[in-house]
């Protein structure tokens, strides 16, 4: 017997584990069913929904290059059998089974305009505000000089507050 993809089969499960189970079928041929394909439910333990030695039906959903069957009862059930039910999830949680509302919907708020932050640590000017350009020379300069006096005010503050004073790691 040739297996064919979309063909429903008779097997024996031969095996189980975390992830599927391993069917065995009259040639001598093993497939395996995904624990995702066992049942039209969720399966959190597959030996919940079947037993070594079972005879089960399972649809080929593929036959891989390397000679491995891909296998699912749950497509080998009746159609009508075959949809997983809707979770039943909490209200509020997310999902399709919100609480209704009964009345009218309130409109959302309009968005405000964002209010100004309230600047960087150290009331420093990160950023000119000022939109002269001038020349690369001239602003490389600036940034120099302000990135100095950033740099001497932030060790000045470090060294104050040490203890014992100092230079930086030292200790009178």
Excluded: C
């Excluded at 064919?4 to 584990?17: A, L, Q, R, S």
């Excluded at 030695?53 to 699912?72: D, I, M, P, R």
């Amino acid at each position: 017997m040739q297996l064919e993809v979309g063909e429903i089969y008779e097997g024996k499960v031969t095996g189980i584990t975390k992830f599927g189970a391993f069917v065995t079928f009259e040639n001598g041929q093993t497939g395996m069913v995904h624990i995702s394909e066992v049942a039209p439910t969720f399966v959190n333990d597959i030996k919940d929904f079947v037993t070594e030695g079972q005879t089960v039906k399972v649809k080929v959903l593929a036959l891989g290059e390397n000679g491995k069957v891909s296998l699912s009862i749950r497509k080998a059930l009746p159609e009508s059998q075959q949809r997983r039910p809707r979770r039943q999830e909490a209200p509020g949680a997310k999902g399709e089974n919100f609480p209704r509302r009964s009345g009218p919907r309130q409109p959302r708020p309009t968005p405000r305009d964002p209010e100004p932050s309230p600047g960087r640590p150290g009331d420093f000017e990160w950023q000119s505000r000022r939109n002269d350009s001038g020349s690369f020379e001239d602003m490389m300069s600036r940034f120099k000089q302000t990135s100095d006096e950033k740099m001497s005010d932030l060790k000045r503050a470090g060294v104050e507050t040490r203890r014992g004073g100092g230079r930086w790691g030292q200790q009178k």
